[in-house]
T-cell receptor, first 114, second 114 residues
Framework: GNSVTQMEGPVTLSEEAFLTINCTYT??????LFWYVQYPGEGLQLLLK?????DKGSNKGFEATYRKETTSFHLEKGSVQVSDSAVYFC?????????????FGQGTELSVKP | DGGITQSPKYLFRKEGQNVTLSCEQN?????MYWYRQDPGQGLRLIYY???????QKGDIAEGYSVSREKKESFPLTVTSAQKNPTAFYLC?????????????FGSGTRLTVV
């Protein structure tokens, strides 16, 4: 079946450090891939997406590349800020999606210290 | 501005009671979804609806019920049959072509059994 696996958190970094949050997936065909961010006490917001292999999604200094060969969509940011502290969710939409149902990973909590 | 409104933000339920969580959207989206979020478990799909007067069970529908009488509204009832209802509940919606736009989420309702 379709699934998403993220690295376990919490991830704790100092301000201006480099961030990588790993995400791998299992799916048939070519799913669309997403990263969502959830700030404390709020809903999820779409951070970036990629809809085909080798696409790079980017937003607010974050980026992720759709790697079909390694079934991965790792999230990266060159220099994190305290305001980036949040929970990050990787998600996929199966190519032959049924009802547009997104499948989410378990989330990775990021804490950035000043 | 268009968006999804969930209410209330916090809800307390006594044992044996049914409670209804509201979700309203003014985005003209056809599809709506309910997810449950528990610490360390990510998001799990409860119910979803692609069109008015139609809905399908998700992965954890037992103990929950929904209705979709209007395009804008998708209320979720947590019944007394749900044995562990304490969680954060998120409503989302999407237009056709989820692969391009993903979901729009509400800000969530935190339900606590007292």
């Amino acid at each position: 079946g379709n699934s998403v696996t993220q690295m376990e958190g919490p991830v704790t970094l100092s301000e201006e450090a480099f961030l990588t949050i790993n995400c791998t997936y299992t799916a048939t065909g070519y799913p669309s891939l997403f990263w969502y961010v959830q700030y404390p006490g709020e809903g999820l917001q779409l951070l970036l997406k990629a809809t085909k292999a080798d696409d790079k999604g980017s937003n607010k200094g974050f980026e992720a590349t759709y790697r079909k060969e390694t079934t991965s969509f790792h999230l990266e940011k060159g220099s994190v800020q305290v305001s980036d502290s949040a929970v990050y969710f990787c998600a996929l939409l199966p190519q032959y999606n049924q009802g547009g149902k997104l499948i989410f990973g378990q989330g990775t909590e990021l804490s950035v210290k000043p | 501005d268009g968006g999804i409104t969930q209410s209330p933000k916090y809800l307390f339920r006594k044992e044996g009671q049914n409670v209804t969580l509201s979700c309203e959207q003014n985005l003209n989206h056809d599809a709506m979804y309910w997810y449950r979020q528990d610490p360390g478990q990510g998001l799990r799909l409860i119910y979803y609806s692609q069109i008015v007067n139609d809905f399908q069970k998700g992965d954890i529908a037992e103990g929950y019920s929904v209705s979709r009488e209007k395009k804008e509204s998708f209320p979720l009832t947590v019944t007394s049959a749900q044995k562990n209802p304490t969680a954060f509940y998120l409503c989302a919606s999407s237009i056709g072509g989820t692969e391009l736009y993903g979901y729009t989420f509400g800000s969530g309702t935190r339900l606590t059994v007292v």
